[in-house]
């Protein structure tokens, strides 16, 4: 987070360049786009069947301040399961940011304009789950509901977020992984990314995907998810999006 404020500071941003996100894309047989103003990228594709976009451009949130890269796909999730993995460091910094807020303006409930990331902080209690001991220092969780987010945070999820704590996101990145209106979305800060990020970021998304049809099974005995949603998603990723990308120490 400090590299990014010196280089915001240093008016070190360069260019926007997607040339190694289209060549990655067109490797993987992705839909590559580039945005009318030409300030960013868009790639899609699809999980199993599941329609997926990635963006990489100019941040969408105020605590990014270079480039994004953010994801999204619609699961078909119950509206009301809301969940969200945030980097501590992140976490801690919005959170100083709210009391700040509530602080000088003298507010007495959550400002609905705040991004949810600040206000699910603010409202929802912290959860400690045995599944992220071993990451508790590095990530901060928050639900509406202790039990999904349980099964949410398995094996394989926590697993992806140590390989990006020891890889591509490095110790202190920001990054946000939330369920929100039926959707999985994902944000990281990126300046300039690279095939090992771009692969470890989808397999951490892939994940999440995984554990959130599980989560959302679980919480809900009246979501009616079609037979095959389940089952389709305990498949390995295809070859092109290695299960392990990222573990190695490629760091930002």
Same mark, same amino acid.
């Given at each position: 987070?400090?590299?990014?404020?010196?280089?915001?500071?240093?008016?070190?941003?360069?260019?926007?360049?997607?040339?190694?996100?289209?060549?990655?894309?067109?490797?993987?047989?992705?839909?590559?786009?580039?945005?009318?103003?030409?300030?960013?990228?868009?790639?899609?594709?699809?999980?199993?069947?599941?329609?997926?976009?990635?963006?990489?451009?100019? =941040?969408?949130?105020?605590?990014?301040?270079?480039?994004?890269?953010?994801?999204?796909?619609?699961?078909?999730?119950?509206?009301?399961?809301?969940?969200?993995?945030?980097?501590?460091?992140?976490?801690?910094?919005?959170?100083?940011?709210?009391?700040?807020?509530?602080?000088?303006?003298?507010?007495?409930?959550?400002?609905?304009?705040?991004?949810?990331?600040?206000?699910?902080?603010?409202?929802?209690?912290?959860?400690?789950?045995?599944?992220?001991?071993?990451?508790?220092?590095?990530?901060?969780?928050?639900?509406?509901?202790?039990?999904?987010?349980?099964?949410?945070?398995?094996?394989?999820?926590?697993?992806?977020?140590?390989?990006?704590?020891?890889?591509?996101?490095?110790?202190?990145?920001?990054?946000?992984?939330?369920?929100?209106?039926?959707?999985?979305?994902?944000?990281?800060?990126?300046?300039? =990314?690279?095939?090992?990020?771009?692969?470890?970021?989808?397999?951490?998304?892939?994940?999440?995907?995984?554990?959130?049809?599980?989560?959302?099974?679980?919480?809900?005995?009246?979501?009616?998810?079609?037979?095959?949603?389940?089952?389709?998603?305990?498949?390995?990723?295809?070859?092109?999006?290695?299960?392990?990308?990222?573990?190695?120490?490629?760091?930002?």
């Amino acid at each position: 987070m400090l590299d990014s404020f010196k280089r915001w500071i240093d008016g070190k941003r360069g260019g926007p360049d997607g040339r190694l996100l289209q060549t990655w894309a067109k490797q993987r047989g992705l839909v590559f786009k580039r945005v009318r103003n030409g300030e960013g990228v868009v790639i899609e594709g699809e999980m199993h069947g599941t329609p997926w976009r990635m963006e990489w451009g100019t =941040p969408q949130r105020a605590y990014l301040l270079d480039r994004e890269l953010r994801l999204r796909m619609d699961l078909g999730l119950p509206q009301s399961l809301q969940m969200m993995v945030i980097s501590r460091v992140l976490a801690e910094e919005l959170e100083q940011a709210a009391y700040a807020l509530f602080t000088q303006d003298m507010q007495t409930q959550i400002d609905s304009g705040m991004p949810e990331e600040m206000r699910w902080l603010a409202m929802f209690p912290k959860t400690q789950l045995a599944a992220l001991k071993m990451l508790r220092n590095r990530y901060t969780t928050a639900s509406n509901a202790a039990a999904p987010l349980a099964v949410w945070l398995d094996k394989d999820l926590v697993g992806q977020l140590e390989a990006a704590r020891q890889g591509w996101l490095g110790e202190e990145g920001p990054l946000v992984l939330m369920t929100l209106r039926g959707r999985l979305y994902l944000r990281v800060e990126s300046v300039q =990314p690279d095939a090992a990020l771009l692969d470890g970021v989808m397999a951490l998304f892939e994940a999440a995907a995984r554990g959130a049809l599980a989560a959302a099974e679980g919480a809900s005995s009246q979501t009616q998810w079609p037979s095959t949603s389940t089952t389709a998603w305990q498949s390995h990723l295809p070859s092109h999006y290695p299960a392990d990308a990222g573990l190695g120490d490629n760091r930002r």
